[in-house]
């Protein structure tokens, strides 16, 4: 199978030979696309038979030749295995030849590159990047989370050779996981968003996190750009660590005086941030279509890049009107219910300290309707280590100072939040999200705010989708 005229060839048969160094059997067809999932596989990609934790893509090759893969990437030891089923390319390793292609991809793109990490705020920067990149020239950039060994190999695979802008998310649970990551990618501006206390459990102190972070700065070109949160306490840390690295300047953003992207004055209304600021000495005021000081603070560092990538900084901030939050991270949802309607903040996709108060700091500035609360559906914040529980009980202060007039809590560490909480404020405890899914149905009515947030382990994201559903079913 050939490409499609709605899609151009994104790689040739002789390319994908030579990048992976590959055994063509049957013809070695180009392809328009990659891909590692069935599901989501269009005609014309080239399917690889990742190995993981739980699955053998080896077992899905004849599902994805069947759909119309143009050819599969499959290991040495299973190739006879699907002879005359369609093109193969067969490897030694399957993973290491999709990071062969990522290289490959790498070396041939003229694009102007950024990496992005940090303990929140990653997916939400790199998706404001991708859009207010996008109105400057053709921009790739990571789909959803695809920020680990995988998603980043497969992101630099996907990308066009005519790309202007590559913008990719580089996460980690351990020290070390980065380095080789962001050596695969080889930016020319690298981002930290903040450092925060998540993944505590795996590195055991906060400054360790920091220097994990740091690690994105030691695949930066020579003469690249570093660009730090300069309100974040570890700044100096994150500071000296870029100027041990290849870099060449460090930019930094942040309320800070001296900041060298420096926010002057925000104001937050229920959809929307407008934000006056000075960039790089210039006043400029710009709208972002997200509430929230966090959302304003990170399009600092959007901007930062921006100007070290060598795009245009006024067109940049005109652009930032179109970023709104990806699904899971602050999505705003109007949710029909009988008498007014619920408006519901969908955070469910992760959690951490830092994240959850940022998320009811929005809360407690969105008005609520004709005898509506503020009400806030917490599961676990996971990978905390032993501070865990104390982090959770911590949070009751945040409660207080947001006016949170109610608080659903599920699983074992937002029990020790529960306790805390005087009982105006108890709506519901749970041992797991779907035990609590009930009595969250049950209390809600019109006029009430909610945000639903937690670790992605907890699965609050199926709250979300039980309100989704109940509250259409009213409407109809």
Not at 327 to 356: F, H, K, T, V
Request: charged fraction near 20%.
């Amino acid at each position: 199978m050939t490409p499609s005229a709605a899609r151009p060839p994104l790689w040739t048969g002789d390319a994908l030979v030579a990048a992976m160094q590959a055994r063509a059997i049957g013809e070695a067809p180009d392809v328009c696309g990659v891909s590692i999932d069935t599901r989501t596989l269009q005609p014309g990609d080239l399917f690889f038979a990742i190995k993981g934790d739980a699955r053998d893509g080896h077992d899905f090759v004849a599902a994805a030749l069947a759909k119309g893969a143009a050819a599969a990437v499959v290991a040495q030891d299973r190739a006879a295995e699907f002879e005359g089923q369609g093109a193969l390319y067969v490897v030694a390793d399957v993973l290491d030849a999709m990071v062969a292609l990522g290289r490959a991809s790498r070396a041939r793109s003229q694009a102007r590159i950024v990496a992005v990490t940090g303990s929140v705020g990653k997916t939400g920067t790199k998706e404001a990047l991708r859009t207010v990149l996008s109105a400057q020239g053709a921009t790739h950039a990571s789909a959803a989370s695809y920020n680990n060994h995988w998603g980043v190999p497969l992101t630099l695979a996907r990308m066009p050779a005519d790309s202007r802008f590559g913008v990719f998310e580089i996460g980690m649970n351990h020290a070390g996981e980065i380095e080789p990551l962001v050596a695969m990618v080889q930016p020319h501006v690298a981002l930290i968003t903040t450092v925060e206390p998540v993944h505590l459990e795996n590195l055991g102190s906060i400054e360790a996190i920091a220097d994990a972070k740091a690690e994105i700065f030691s695949g930066l070109l020579p003469g690249g750009v570093a660009v730090i949160n300069r309100d974040n306490p570890h700044y100096e840390r994150l500071r000296k660590a870029a100027e041990n690295s290849p870099a060449g300047r460090v930019v930094s953003f942040g309320e800070t005086p001296g900041a060298d992207v420096r926010m002057t004055r925000i104001i937050l209304q229920p959809d929307q941030s407008i934000v006056e600021a000075t960039l790089f000495g210039e006043p400029a005021t710009y709208r972002i279509a997200s509430p929230g000081k966090h959302v304003a603070m990170n399009s600092l560092g959007v901007l930062a890049v921006v100007e070290a990538l060598g795009a245009d900084l006024a067109l940049a901030a005109i652009a930032m009107a179109e970023v709104t939050p990806p699904s899971g991270r602050g999505e705003q949802i109007r949710l029909p219910a009988p008498g007014g309607e619920i408006a519901l903040y969908d955070e469910s996709y992760n959690a951490n300290p830092a994240s959850i108060r940022a998320a009811m700091d929005v809360l407690a500035q969105t008005p609520v309707g004709l005898r509506g609360r503020r009400i806030v559906v917490l599961g676990d914040m996971l990978e905390l280590g032993p501070e865990g529980p104390a982090l959770h009980a911590g949070l009751a202060e945040a409660v207080a100072a947001c006016n949170i007039d109610l608080v659903f809590a599920a699983g074992p560490l937002m029990k020790n939040l529960w306790q805390k909480l005087p009982l105006e404020k108890r709506g519901a405890y749970a041992p797991n999200a779907a035990e609590l899914t009930g009595a969250v149905l049950g209390a809600l009515r019109a006029g009430d705010v909610v945000t639903v947030k937690g670790s992605n382990g907890s699965r609050t994201g199926a709250i979300v989708a039980a309100l989704k559903s109940r509250f259409a079913t009213n409407a109809a």
